[in-house]
T-cell receptor, first 114, second 112 residues
Framework: NAGVMQNPRHLVRRRGQEARLRCSPM?????VYWYRQLPEEGLKFMVY????????ESGMPKERFSAEFPKEGPSILRIQQVVRGDSAAYFC????????????FGQGTRLTVV | SQQGEEDPQALSIQEGENATMNCSYK?????LQWYRQNSGRGLVHLIL?????REKHSGRLRVTLDTSKKSSSLLITASRAADTASYFC????????????FGKGTHLIIQP
C-alpha cells in the first residue's frame, strides 16, 4: 500500500502563472487535508476535503486558491496567478475516516515563484 | 525506517496528570515541530524548537530537544479533557530540502 503521493515534488512558476498540486491519498482513504508551510515556520491548515465535498476551507485564501477532490483521481490544489508570497511547501495528508485520528502525510510539493 | 517516530503510540491518563510523549528521529534537522490533531480536524501547530535550542515552553507545554540522542519530548502539564487528541512530531531538515517529515503520532486520551 503506497503512502500518500504528492506530485510534483518541486514546481517552479513565474509570477502570474497557475500552479496545480496533486495529492493521491492512501488507498481506502476518503479524507484529505492540505497544509502550507512557509520557510522556517510550522504547517498552516488550508482545507479539508472528502470525496467531492469541501468540508472546511477556513484556512485557504479566498482569492486565487481552490481545491477539489473528485470522485475519481487525486485531490488538486490550484493556485491561480501565483505571486512570490505563494512560494512555500504544500503538504497533503489523508485519513480513512473522520473518527480515526491517524493521518498520513505526503512528502510535500515545494513551490517556487520566480 | 520512518523519521519522527513517536512513542508511545497511545496514552491514557487521568485529568490533571502530566502527559509525556517522545519522538526520535534519524537524520540531522534544522528544527523539530509538534502538532496536535483533534478528531476530524486539521493539524494545529503547537511549538517549534530549533536545533540549537534545548528546551522551550508555551503555556502548559514543554518541549525538550536532545540532538545528541536525536530525540524530543513533549510534556503537557495539568492535562484537561480538551487535550484529548493525536500528537505528531515533525522534523525539518532545513535548507529548503524536502519539507517536513511526520511520525505516526501518539493518541492521547484524557479521562475525566
Amino acid at each position: 500500500n503506497a503512502g500518500v503521493m504528492q506530485n510534483p515534488r518541486h514546481l517552479v512558476r513565474r509570477r502570474g502563472q497557475e500552479a496545480r498540486l496533486r495529492c493521491s491519498p492512501m488507498k481506502g482513504h476518503s479524507h484529505v487535508y492540505w497544509y502550507r508551510q512557509l520557510p522556517e515556520e510550522g504547517l498552516k491548515f488550508m482545507v479539508y476535503l472528502q470525496k467531492e465535498n469541501i468540508i472546511d476551507e477556513s484556512g485557504m485564501p479566498k482569492e486565487r486558491f481552490s481545491a477539489e477532490f473528485p470522485k475519481e483521481g487525486p485531490s488538486i490544489l490550484r493556485i491561480q496567478q501565483v505571486v512570490r508570497g505563494d512560494s512555500a511547501a504544500y503538504f497533503c495528508a489523508s485519513s480513512p475516516t473522520v473518527v480515526n485520528t491517524e493521518a498520513f502525510f505526503g512528502q510535500g510539493t515545494r513551490l517556487t515563484v520566480v | 525506517s520512518q523519521q519522527g517516530e513517536e512513542d508511545p503510540q497511545a496514552l491514557s491518563i487521568q485529568e490533571g496528570e502530566n502527559a509525556t510523549m517522545n519522538c526520535s528521529y534519524k537524520t540531522s534537522i534544522n528544527n523539530l515541530q509538534w502538532y496536535r490533531q483533534n478528531s476530524g480536524r486539521g493539524l494545529v501547530h503547537l511549538i517549534l524548537i530549533r536545533s540549537n535550542e534545548r528546551e522551550k515552553h508555551s503555556g502548559r507545554l514543554r518541549v525538550t530537544l536532545d540532538t545528541s540522542k536525536k530525540s524530543s519530548s513533549l510534556l503537557i502539564t495539568a492535562s484537561r479533557a480538551a487535550d484529548t487528541a493525536s500528537y505528531f512530531c515533525a522534523t525539518d531538515p532545513g535548507g529548503g530540502a524536502d519539507g517536513l517529515t511526520f511520525g505516526k503520532g501518539t493518541h492521547l486520551i484524557i479521562q475525566p
